[in-house]
T-cell receptor, first 110, second 112 residues
Framework: SQQGEEDPQALSIQEGENATMNCSYK?????LQWYRQNSGRGLVHLILIRSNEREKHSGRLRVTLDTSKKSSSLLITASRAADTASYFC??????????FGKGTRLHILP | AAGVIQSPRHLIKEKRETATLKCYPIPRHDTVYWYQQGPGQDPQFLIS???????DKGSIPDRFSAQQFSDYHSELNMSSLELGDSALYFC???????????FGPGTRLTVT
């Protein structure tokens, strides 16, 4: 199946440090998206990177995509307490269905 | 800016009852997606609609059905509810296929 695997499953870092989360997938994708979810809340779209793009920035977020390795990474720089959440990668296939990965639980320590 | 609206936000039903969840997409969005997220689980795609036609189907049980109406809102109908149907149900909308999805706040369904 296309379901992504995220690594690590949980991550705790000190406020101000950078957080890196990785996502790997199995088959061809049209795009890959990253979402944030605060506990029990809706998913917030962070960034979309298309299969022909290698890197994308949005504020403190940097996303890379390596289609040869079928992997993506999300870097959050200068983390803040408000960044504490679960982060999901979601693979968009050629039929435009998106499949979510398992998610990384990020905890920013004060 | 207007967001995706879901109603109700919370719903408690008993086993074997039926439930209807509603989703109102962002204005001018023509595609609606439904997801189910169990406790501690990742969201699972159920079904999607584009221009009022079913565009894709995921792990939606046969007991569930959905449709998109002329005003683009969508309803997810769930019958013969089971305890395992307790979950957060998210609706997302996008403008045409191949665009990022914007999620609603979800409906928390509890089946007792």
């Amino acid at each position: 199946s296309q379901q992504g695997e995220e690594d690590p499953q949980a991550l705790s870092i000190q406020e101000g440090e950078n957080a890196t989360m990785n996502c790997s997938y199995k088959t061809s994708i049209n795009n890959l998206q990253w979402y944030r979810q605060n506990s029990g809340r809706g998913l917030v779209h962070l960034i979309l990177i298309r299969s022909n793009e290698r890197e994308k920035h949005s504020g403190r977020l940097r996303v890379t995509l390596d289609t040869s390795k079928k992997s993506s990474s999300l870097l959050i720089t200068a983390s803040r307490a408000a960044d504490t959440a679960s982060y999901f990668c979601a693979m968009g296939d050629r039929d435009d269905k998106i499949i979510f990965g398992k998610g990384t639980r990020l905890h920013i320590l004060p | 800016a207007a967001g995706v609206i879901q109603s109700p936000r919370h719903l408690i039903k008993e086993k074997r009852e039926t439930a209807t969840l509603k989703c109102y997409p962002i204005p001018r969005h023509d595609t609606v997606y439904w997801y189910q997220q169990g406790p501690g689980q990742d969201p699972q795609f159920l079904i999607s609609f584009y221009e009022k036609m079913q565009s894709d189907k995921g792990s939606i049980p046969d007991r569930f059905s959905a449709q998109q109406f002329s005003d683009y809102h969508s309803e997810l109908n769930m019958s013969s509810l089971e305890l395992g149907d307790s979950a957060l149900y998210f609706c997302a909308s996008s403008r045409k296929l191949r665009y990022e999805q914007y999620f609603g706040p979800g409906t928390r369904l509890t089946v007792t």
